[in-house]
């Protein structure tokens, strides 16, 4: 298990991405429209930053989940058996925040803090 990806919820997404980009030297991976939400994902080649912006605080449970305003909203592990940790999370009784379906699975960790878990190779890093 590799953590390989933090979320982080804005409230300006240009003034955000260019600080990223142009202050820190993350580069652009992806970036568009996502159920809720529009995401900017960036890298530096170790770690996918994505920076989303929601609808409203109130348009879904993920979009609430961290809280109100701008915060890391979750960080993201790869996986290697998906299938088989998503079954242990369930068996643990954590909460799944994400919609049935939904890939990457998010959920709440021990803490109150957001995790999701994906497959191996979800996050571009190159």
Do not use: W
């Amino acid at each position: 298990m590799k953590l390989r990806h933090i979320a982080i919820k804005v409230d300006d997404l240009e003034a955000a991405g260019d600080f990223y980009e142009n202050f820190l030297g993350f580069r652009d991976v992806r970036q568009g429209r996502n159920r809720d939400h529009f995401s900017r994902h960036m890298t530096d080649g170790n770690i996918d930053i994505a920076l989303v912006k929601y609808d409203s605080e109130d348009s879904s449970n993920e979009a609430k989940a961290a809280g109100e305003g701008p915060c890391i909203h979750h960080i993201g592990f790869e996986v290697d058996d998906f299938e088989a940790r998503i079954e242990e999370i369930k068996g643990k009784g954590y909460e799944i925040i994400s919609n049935p379906g939904v890939v990457p699975v998010k959920f709440r960790a021990p803490g109150g803090t957001i995790a999701e878990f994906a497959p191996r190779a979800h996050f571009k890093l190159d």
